[in-house]
């Protein structure tokens, strides 16, 4: 999952040089759903209300983040989007502690391993937005958007998965109502701009087959049988990706700072959770 989502930055950042972002990703999810339906329509011709309720509020997270990263890249680089969004490595737990402080119940507690990735990813944040090298602009700015929503997204699918025994109904409500989202928001936000030439298709089926319903249903059925934090670590190797990929596909630079910086962020998200495998990481900071 984690390879194929790192190729897709690169991919997309060249279907958006021809194609508006929200029209690109109501066709996306519009193939999605339909791919969706046609394959598992026997699964999905009756779900219960809490489980569309709970795949709209997935729905809402993957749409939201899906969004920002899009009209992010429009604006930033493959790389530098990479590693922005890799920030919910670190997010995750955090996000995951208040969440389950506010449905109380007990949270994991944040340890000194996850203040101290903060602060390293922080650095390292700094140094790939330097003014020596690219400074910080809009589509940094929604990429760590994407980052929160996506962290949220995250949380919520481990608590979710073992009251859903479904995945698919869960997965094809998410799609759907990006489908429907993307193309409200187009027609009420957007000035069209759309292009069919071989490559988009081509792209397009890559996107939609294995970088969203092929991806995604291993991560609605698996992620359950992980932790956020491990399943979070796994992601952190996307930036990676993205950026080798950017780099020999686009020609993309991002200088020794950049280098630097993408290398603390790397550290920053494995001191976070590698956190309980070291004494003097997993000292509890905000006990849970």
Known sequence: MTFVWGSTFVITKGILEENSPLWYTTVRFAFATVLTFAIFYRQLLHFS???????????????????????GLQYTTASKSAFFTGFLTILTPVMQFFFYRILQQKPHPITSGNIFGVLLATVGLYFLTSPEGSEFNRGDGLSLICAVLFAMYIVYLDYVSGFEPQKMQLLFIQFAFCAVGGAI?????EEFRGSWSADYILALAYLTIFATIITMAIQTRYQGDSTPTRAAIIFAM?????GILAFFVRGEVIGILGIVGGCLILFGLLASELSDQFTFLKKEIIAG
């Open 238 to 242: 996307e930036p990676v990706i993205a």
């Open 49 to 71: 209300l809490k489980t569309l309720w709970r795949g709209c509020i997935l729905g809402f997270f993957l749409f939201g983040g899906f969004i920002a990263q899009t009209i």
């Open 185 to 189: 928001a187009a027609l009420l936000f």
